[in-house]
């Protein structure tokens, strides 16, 4: 299984961009890499996956290095509902589920 | 899709007692996944089923657990003779079953407390 390394905690000033930092070094080809978030007495929460490409959706975008040992997830503006733990998790398709880590809390102060 | 559903939302208990869980995936979604989490952990896979049948469990998941799909739509958990150690959040989550990558949608989860 791929490990993943994340900063603990980050914080954020509301509406400003705000950079998740994921490392995957030891990712495989053909593996997914996922974030999730997940809000305070809730389930983790999809938010956005890719491949090899930068992907984008109304959540957020999601830049992937070129040597895929690393992502970076991009809240464009954060508000105070983004104030969670997110997770980074590389899914290796077939194995059917989700290797989680600590992941990082992101603290939105207004 | 009206989401993942999962009941009760808290379950108070004491040691040694009985209790099982129940898990709505959403409909057509044809893999059901359970997973646990403690306080300041990311949630740790327990087990999976494509449609009713079991297809993987966690070393996590001793014999006082046992779960079941009968009909390929709702599972429950069971744990049977409740340790202190078995306090978690129980989250389960639902997904297509789409080859390459399949995205899965988690429901609130059973926050259980063993007195």
């Not at chain 1, 996956?49 to 957020?60: E, I, K, P, Q, W």
């Not at chain 2, 739509?73 to 079953?97: N, P, V, W």
Request: net charge neutral; glycine share 8%; with cysteine.
């Amino acid at each position: 299984d791929a490990k993943t390394t994340q900063p603990n905690s980050m914080e954020s000033n509301e509406e400003e961009p705000v950079h998740l930092p994921c490392n995957h070094s030891t990712i495989s080809g053909t593996d997914y890499i996922h974030w999730y978030r997940q809000l305070p007495s809730q389930g983790p929460e999809y938010v956005i996956h890719g491949l090899t490409s930068n992907v984008n959706n109304r959540m957020a975008s999601l830049a992937i290095a070129e040597d895929r040992k690393s992502s970076t997830l991009i809240l464009h503006r954060a508000t105070l509902r983004d104030a969670a733990v997110y997770y980074c998790i590389p899914y290796t398709s077939g194995t059917y589920k989700y290797i989680f880590g600590t992941g990082t809390r992101l603290k939105v102060l207004a | 899709d009206t989401g993942v559903s999962q009941n009760p939302r808290h379950k108070i208990t004491k040691r040694g007692q009985n209790v099982t869980f129940r898990c709505d995936p959403i409909s057509e979604h044809n893999r059901l996944y359970w997973y646990r989490q403690t306080l300041g952990q990311g949630p740790e896979f327990l087990t999976y089923f494509q449609n009713e049948a079991q297809l993987e469990k966690s070393r996590l998941l001793s014999d006082r657990f046992s779960a079941e799909r009968p009909k390929g739509s709702f599972s429950t958990l069971e744990i049977q003779r409740t340790e202190q150690g078995d306090s978690a959040m129980y989250l389960c989550a639902s997904s297509r079953g789409y080859e390459g990558t399949d995205t899965q949608y988690f429901g609130p989860g059973t926050r259980l407390t063993v007195l």
